[in-house]
């Protein structure tokens, strides 16, 4: 969603290698929806009544201000509206793997609990949920349903998300420093790793500074006058890209005007119509979140899903599938700069590619690919554009992938330019 420069003030029992073939074929459509999920997140959508009158802002004065914001404690209900323009995930079960579970399916741990099955689920219509943060060891995200409800719970090192639905509860323990990667801050880690969320945006914070990444070349940021949010005031900050050829057209930025704290995020498409996203929330509290809203047990006759309970397969047995298997396969490198940047990616070393025609697949997941794609040529070849009106992404019949917020044009001439 965001560009990758810095913020300036003015911006996923057959034969082995039929298996792989299966991988594969599925590696670039879930990367996009996984990115998508991604840009969601767990986090807040809508409330607002008249525009109050307050004191005059600049654009960097704005910034500067979420910015300074140290907002660690908060309480609240949220409501995610998101239209990716994505085809119904229902009938692909497991086949297309852990990023792309239907409604009330398992994830790759086999637990319906399994917080990679319910993340999906946001990349589509409507949701109602309430959350809760208590600094970045204490976390709570729960979904509500018509008749039941899911929760992810991080405390500490603890993670458990439970589904009362099939009364079955996922337990995971967060990662103890140095564990996983350079990071050096707990909080760090557990932002990243703890909750489940899989690196996915947490808080309006987050999806306003990614947002924000931009540099004064390419971007235009603006202060857009004044919104009631939650029952709070609030200065709207709009971003939009000076270049043509993204699918953002603009975001908007709602801001707490005392605490600085990002209340709703909204970005339309440069294709039109509603909203890819609508996040905000409904009901704010800024006071310190009871102790028990953390705690956990299992209710009797729940069944425990560790995540230990589930190895992986070794990467000799199966190739890995989704955004970070091309990534370790062969590296990455960005081309184009800020709203237009485009990832190149190679997929796993001896892996095929199938065509479209190939029938490797269900029809179902079939059905779900041919409805996301959109074949392309050029100098670099032929391909197919897996489209979504967020992230697009052209898989190249010879092993490439290029990834970003931007049109099929784009793509065709950022891979045209790498050949």
Do not use: C
């Amino acid at each position: 969603m965001a560009p990758n420069d810095s913020a300036q003030t003015t911006e996923e029992g057959r034969e082995p290698r039929a298996g792989r073939r299966m991988a594969t074929r599925y590696a670039v459509p879930v990367a996009v929806a996984g990115v998508a999920a991604a840009t969601i997140g767990l986090v807040p959508a809508l409330a607002a009544t008249g525009d109050p009158e307050l004191p005059k802002i600049s654009a960097q004065e704005l910034i500067e201000k979420i910015a300074a914001s140290d907002t660690e404690q908060l309480s609240g209900s949220v409501k995610i509206t998101t239209d990716l323009g994505l085809p119904s995930l229902g009938g692909l079960g497991g086949a297309a793997g852990s990023a792309l579970v239907p409604k009330g399916g398992a994830g790759a741990s086999g637990s319906t609990a399994d917080p990679n099955a319910k993340l999906m689920e946001l990349t589509t219509g409507t949701h109602t949920l309430r959350v809760a943060t208590d600094g970045p060891d204490k976390q709570k995200v729960s979904i509500q349903d018509d008749a039941a409800e899911y929760s992810l719970i991080h405390n500490g090192d603890e993670v458990w998300a439970y589904d009362s639905a099939s009364n079955e509860a996922y337990h995971a323990t967060s990662p103890k420093d140095g564990e996983h990667g350079q990071k050096g801050a707990k909080g760090e880690h557990q932002r990243e790793e703890g909750a489940g969320a899989e690196g996915a945006p947490a808080t309006p914070q987050d999806f306003a500074k990614e947002a924000l990444k931009a540099s004064a070349d390419t971007t235009s940021v603006t202060v857009d006058g004044t919104a009631r949010i939650a029952g709070r005031d609030a200065y709207q900050l709009l971003v939009k890209p000076k270049q043509s050829g993204s699918t953002v057209g603009s975001i908007k930025i709602a801001v707490d005007a005392e605490t600085g704290t990002p209340l709703k995020f909204t970005l339309t498409p440069s294709s039109g119509g509603k909203a890819v996203i609508d996040i905000g929330f409904t009901k704010v509290d800024f006071a310190k979140p009871a102790a028990s809203t953390f705690d956990f047990t299992p209710p009797k006759g729940t069944k425990v899903t560790q995540a230990e309970d589930h190895k992986a397969p070794e990467a000799s047995e199966v190739p890995k599938a989704g955004a970070g298997a091309f990534a370790e396969s062969g590296g990455q490198k960005v081309i184009g700069k800020g709203w237009n940047a485009v990832y190149e990616l190679t997929t796993p070393e001896g892996t095929d590619v199938p065509s479209a025609t190939s029938g490797d697949l269900p029809a179902e997941a079939q059905s779900f690919l041919d409805a996301l794609g959109d074949k392309a040529t050029g100098a670099f070849g032929s391909g197919t554009v897996y489209k979504t009106r967020l992230v697009n992404a052209l898989l190249t019949d010879d092993g490439k992938v290029y990834v970003g917020a931007v049109t099929k044009d784009v793509l065709v001439k950022a891979a045209n330019e790498a050949k």
